[in-house]
C-alpha cells in the first residue's frame, strides 16, 4: 500500500518563504512521477507542479519562478520550496504519486494535505 506523508506547512507572510516535503513509502519511488497539487477553499484541486522519473520538471505559470520541486529518490521524498509566498497561495498542498501499473495502467495516490497559510 503506497502512503505519503507530507509536512513543511504553516503560516508564512506575504513575500516569506516555505518548504514542503512528502515521504513516500510503499512503492518504487523512482519510477514515479510525482507532484504538487493545492486546494484553496472554494476552488478545485489543481496542480502546482510536477517532476517525472526522467528529472523533467512541469510548473504551473502561477508559480514560476517563485516555487522549485525537487526529488531524492535515495530518501522517497519529493519537495517544495516556495518562495515570495503571495496571499493566493493560501491552500491546502497535496502530495501525488502517479505511477503506471501493467495491465491497469496509471494509478493515482494522495497524502493527507498541508496546510499553507500566506498571510498580507
Known amino acids: 500500500q503506497v502512503h505519503l506523508v507530507e509536512s513543511g506547512g504553516g503560516l508564512a507572510q506575504t513575500g516569506g518563504s516555505l518548504n514542503l516535503s512528502c515521504k513516500v513509502s510503499?512503492?518504487?519511488?523512482?519510477?514515479?512521477?510525482v507532484s504538487w497539487f493545492r486546494q484553496a477553499p472554494g476552488k478545485q484541486r489543481g496542480l502546482v507542479a510536477s517532476?517525472?522519473?526522467?528529472?523533467?520538471?512541469n510548473y504551473v505559470d502561477a508559480v514560476k519562478g517563485r516555487f522549485t520541486i525537487s526529488r531524492d529518490n535515495n530518501k522517497n521524498t519529493v519537495f517544495l520550496q516556495m518562495t515570495s509566498l503571495q496571499p493566493e497561495d493560501t491552500a491546502a498542498y497535496y502530495c501525488?504519486?502517479?505511477?503506471?501499473?501493467?495491465?491497469?495502467?496509471?494509478?493515482?495516490?494522495w497524502g493527507q494535505g498541508t496546510q499553507v497559510i500566506v498571510s498580507s
Open positions: 501525488n504519486v502517479q505511477r503506471y501499473l501493467a495491465g491497469v495502467g496509471y494509478t493515482d495516490d
Open positions: 510503499g512503492t518504487f519511488f523512482g519510477g514515479a512521477t
Open positions: 517532476i517525472h522519473s526522467s528529472g523533467s520538471i
